[in-house]
């Protein structure tokens, strides 16, 4: 699909523009201001913030802590109710080992996403008491703010409640004994501040959430992406060690990229299609050989999910009407574990809100993503008197509905939408940071743009764009022929001072009928470091381009 490039700094640079004016513009454009500057060259270290710097109050953190030891020196039973996702899984992992640790009598507990559900309900709550009679505290990790049934239940058993949760509050909270919440962090990080009151914690896997979570990696979270990246680097855990290990990543220093795309997909899986059990049982084993063997069969639970999810698109992709604003499927064969990723990949290649429903015989459950702009959690909201619960924010939610109720919420869903998007072009946007010359696509510019580094949610990799260069050669890459490689030049460049650029294009293969040497292309791309036997070579990795005129 055709993107709208738009240029967020007007004028181009060249090679006599200064690092320093450089920074600035990309700052800039990343609305970095004034004495945000400073700290986000410079974050902090994670270890120096105090509870009050990220939104949590200390005399809450210490008011649980006291909790915690009260139910701990009277042996009693704690429960650790933590969530499937990668997220909650390294804040039930990071509280579980600290109280572990201390020798309290704790247990870990993960819902099955497929029977259970996201977050703490009614009927979790039975489980657990039929599972563990003895139960004296419950402590929740990355949810809990809006389980108001389950909390009111929990505390009628006799169970003492702490919340620990990011996510959005409704106007009245939950009647736990306490609550350790805050929206401006992951829920790995809330986690990470409340084992931090019983010890020094470390930072693998509270960064691990934080990048997986899709934090923006802007203020508290930059801290914990910059210094916890090093952390994961120079790890010794077993169940990160064995992860990197089968999914082929040998390098010291990991990228947000990495947590991302590599290893938190692998922990999500198995909570997708399988067991989230397994995915922290990895993170917490302290034996190499068991951490192999969990590291394999999460690879290969992966692997199945991929397929799936890829067989699910297809097949959605199928019956999507391109004239409509929305995109809506309802399906009994969906599986409910991987619709969220079905969606995006929808949204991704039509560029519409998406709502996609597994449909049960009694209850359905439904996964929505959205484009920027469009407030999907709001949207779907407006049909919540058909729905048994929504959560979620402006660009992703997921709701649950009785099956009898879906004919009329998809009317309904679809008639709001044709009044909200009525009108609305629907095109993709690809922010470029600023144009630049052949001169800069150097090691030296490279490394400067190390400084702003991690890239991820909220802090973009730059993106460049170079006018009229010119096709000198090109070539496919891959078995399939997906991929393209294309040397550069600038035609209105001396002889003696041409730099030729070796650009790839990732599923650009399709291009190699289109384009020929001597072409003009305008393109837009990210500013790479190729390492290969041992050389380094600066690449230019597309993420756009258009053939232009020669005229």
Known sequence: MDKKWTVLHREKIGRKVLDEEILRILLKNRKIYGREIKSFLS???????????????????????????????????????????????????IIWEMLWEKGFAVMPYIPNRIEEGY??????????????????????????????????????????????DHHIPLEEKPLADVI???????????????????GVCGLDLVTVGTIADMLPLKGVNRSFAKFGLREIGKSKRPGILSLLKKAGIEKKVLSSYDVSFILGPRLNAAGRMDDALDSLRLLCTPVRDKADVLAGKLERINKGRQETMNKCFEQVKKTVD??????????????????????????EEFYRP???????????????????GFDILKFIRKADDLLI??????????????????????????????????????????????EIGFSLLTKRFFQLLQKLAPFGFGNPEPVFLIKRARVLNLKVLGKDEKHLKIWLDDPQTAITERIVAESIGFGWG????????????????????NCWNGAEKIQLKIKDMKKVSSE
């Not at 992951?186 to 019983?198: D, P």
């Not at 391109?322 to 929808?346: C, M, P, S, T």
């Not at 072009?425 to 470029?432: A, S």
């Open 510 to 529: 399709g291009w190699k009928d289109k384009l020929f040497a001597g072409d003009l292309i305008d393109i837009a791309f990210n500013l790479d470091l």
């Open 119 to 164: 977050g703490i309900s009614i009927k979790t709550v039975e489980k657990i008491k039929k599972k563990y009679p003895d139960i004296k505290l419950l402590i929740t990790v990355d949810n809990g703010i809006v389980a108001h049934k389950a909390v009111k239940l929990a505390k009628k058993l006799g169970i003492k409640v702490i919340i620990t």
């Open 322 to 347: 391109v004239e409509k604003k929305i995109i809506f499927a309802a399906g009994k064969n969906y599986h409910q574990g991987i619709i969220g990723l079905v969606a995006g990949k929808l949204v």
């Open 43 to 93: 974050p902090e270290n994670p270890d120096d913030l105090k509870p009050e710097d990220v939104g949590l109050k200390t005399a809450t953190l210490k008011k649980a802590k006291r909790l915690i030891d009260k139910i701990g020196e009277e042996k009693g039973q704690i429960i650790i109710f933590g969530d499937y996702d990668a997220d909650g899984l390294c804040g039930t992992a």
């Open 389 to 434: 619960d929504v959560g979620g924010h402006f660009m992703a939610a997921g709701f649950t509905l009785k099956s009898n109720k879906l004919k009329q919420f998809e009317r309904k869903i679809l008639k709001i939408a044709e009044k909200e998007l009525n009108g609305k072009k629907l095109i993709p946007e690809l922010k470029i940071d600023v």
């Open 180 to 198: 350790v919440h805050s929206t401006q962090i992951s829920g790995s990080a809330v986690a990470w501040f409340l084992a931090k009151e019983f």
């Open 354 to 372: 998406v709502i996609l429903i597994w449909e049960g015989e009694e209850i359905s459950k439904g996964s929505s993503r959205s484009v920027n």
